[in-house]
Each structure stands twice: as structure tokens, then as C-alpha cells.
């Protein structure tokens, strides 16, 4: 092969794809944020949040304070309180929920061992990554009420992973529900 040739081939991709991109939207990779937003693909993610079912994001909340993602969690970034109190779950158990639960997310790596591990399906990974503050302390320490976010919220964001996860639940939900009781047989 004659010596240079491939930087001539890279060259002539470089090219093609800065005069084609006055003529083809997707050969432009630049966008003008903020006026301009990529959407975002199906499996991007920066933190975490805790998913809720209903309209009731205290109610609803998924997490039961098991504590295991606390636990799990490579730079310790998770802080989580179990309530004193129970409260029935999506299945109608009356399980703990977090009193506290607080991630810092100025130590999160994104990681997403947390989700991982979660046996509730109860801790997902948020997309947002509009969170810069000027503060240099607690800023980013996200509480509960910042964290709690509903299951609609959830499909709009990762609609494929949700749908299965909806169905996981259900299927969980029909296996936990008693038999049906046989009908009396007939007299006569
Ligand atoms: S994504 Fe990783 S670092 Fe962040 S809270 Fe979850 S386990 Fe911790
Ligand atoms: S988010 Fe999941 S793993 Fe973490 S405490 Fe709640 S139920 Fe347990």
C-alpha cells in the first residue's frame, strides 16, 4: 500500500463529512445547547432515583430501606435511615421504607451497581445531567423528596428496560396472589 494512504482515506472521511454536514442534519454533530438537545439514547444514565407507582411518590415508593445498594456502593455514596414504621408495598405487604435516603451525588460515579443489586426494582438511573450548582457543600446531596420520582417518569425516560421491568413485577405480583379456591362440588 502506497505510504500515507490511510491518512488520505481518513482525510477524505474528514471531508466528506464536513461539507455533507450543510447539507445533512445527521452528518452535524455539533448542536447549539441549550437551544438545541441531543435525545438521549435508551441506556444513557448519570445518577440514580427511586422509582414510585401511583400518583403518591410516599406511598408508592418502591424501596423497602433493605439497605443492600447502601451497602454495595463502590464510593460509600448512599445514606439510607429504615423507617420505625411499615407500610404496604406494591404486592399489599406491609414492608420498612426509608425514613432517609440521601445520595450524594458529587461522589456518585454512575456506576450503576446500585440498580444492579436492587432487589425491588425500586432504584433506576436518571438521565438529567442539567445539575450543576454554585454551592460546594450540600448542593448535591439529593434527599428522598429529590430522588422519588413516579414510574411514568421511569418509561418515558428508558421505555424498553421499564416495560420489562412492569412486566417482572407483574409476573411476581400473579405468582404471590393465593390459588383460586376450588368451586363446592355440585349436589344432587
Ligand atoms: S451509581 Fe454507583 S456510585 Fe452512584 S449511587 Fe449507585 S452504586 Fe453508588
Ligand atoms: S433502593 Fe433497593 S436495594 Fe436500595 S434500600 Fe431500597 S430496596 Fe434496598
Same mark, same amino acid.
Given at each position: 500500500?502506497?505510504?500515507?494512504?490511510?491518512?488520505?482515506?481518513?482525510?477524505?472521511?474528514?471531508?466528506?463529512?464536513?461539507?455533507?454536514?450543510?447539507?445533512?442534519?445527521?452528518?452535524?454533530?455539533?448542536?447549539?445547547?441549550?437551544?438545541?438537545?441531543?435525545?438521549?439514547?435508551?441506556?444513557?444514565?448519570?445518577? $440514580?432515583?427511586?422509582?414510585?407507582?401511583?400518583?403518591?411518590?410516599?406511598?408508592?415508593?418502591?424501596?423497602?430501606?433493605?439497605?443492600?445498594?447502601?451497602?454495595?456502593?463502590?464510593?460509600?455514596?448512599?445514606?439510607?435511615?429504615?423507617?420505625?414504621?411499615?407500610? $404496604?408495598?406494591?404486592?399489599?405487604?406491609?414492608?420498612?421504607?426509608?425514613?432517609?435516603?440521601?445520595?450524594?451525588?458529587?461522589?456518585?460515579?454512575?456506576?450503576?451497581?446500585?440498580?444492579?443489586?436492587?432487589?425491588?426494582?425500586?432504584?433506576?438511573?436518571?438521565?438529567?445531567?442539567?445539575?450543576?450548582?454554585?454551592?460546594?457543600?450540600?448542593?448535591?446531596?439529593?434527599?428522598?423528596?429529590?430522588?422519588?420520582?413516579?414510574?411514568?417518569?421511569?418509561?418515558?425516560?428508558?421505555?424498553?428496560?421499564?416495560?420489562?421491568?412492569?412486566?417482572?413485577?407483574?409476573?411476581?405480583?400473579?405468582?404471590?396472589?393465593?390459588?383460586?379456591?376450588?368451586?363446592? $362440588?355440585?349436589?344432587?
Amino acid at each position: 500500500m502506497m505510504i500515507g494512504a490511510g491518512i488520505l482515506k481518513g482525510m477524505a472521511v474528514t471531508g466528506r463529512n464536513f461539507i455533507g454536514s450543510y447539507f445533512e442534519k445527521d452528518r452535524l454533530t455539533t448542536v447549539q445547547y441549550p437551544e438545541e438537545r441531543d435525545v438521549l439514547p435508551e441506556n444513557s444514565r448519570n445518577f $440514580p432515583f427511586l422509582v414510585y407507582d401511583t400518583n403518591d411518590p410516599e406511598a408508592g415508593l418502591r424501596c423497602v430501606a433493605c439497605k443492600i445498594c447502601e451497602k454495595e456502593c463502590p464510593p460509600q455514596c448512599i445514606y439510607i435511615e429504615k423507617s420505625a414504621d411499615k407500610k $404496604p408495598d406494591y404486592m399489599g405487604k406491609p414492608q420498612f421504607y426509608p425514613a432517609t435516603f440521601d445520595i450524594d451525588i458529587s461522589v456518585c460515579m454512575s456506576c450503576q451497581i446500585c440498580v444492579e443489586v436492587c432487589p425491588f426494582e425500586a432504584i433506576k438511573m436518571d438521565k438529567v445531567y442539567e445539575l450543576s450548582r454554585r454551592e460546594r457543600f450540600d448542593a448535591l446531596l439529593m434527599r428522598r423528596t429529590d430522588l422519588a420520582k413516579s414510574n411514568s417518569y421511569y418509561h418515558s425516560i428508558h421505555p424498553l428496560e421499564a416495560e420489562q421491568v412492569d412486566a417482572t413485577l407483574a409476573a411476581a405480583a400473579a405468582k404471590k396472589k393465593p390459588a383460586p379456591t376450588p368451586a363446592p $362440588p355440585a349436589s344432587g
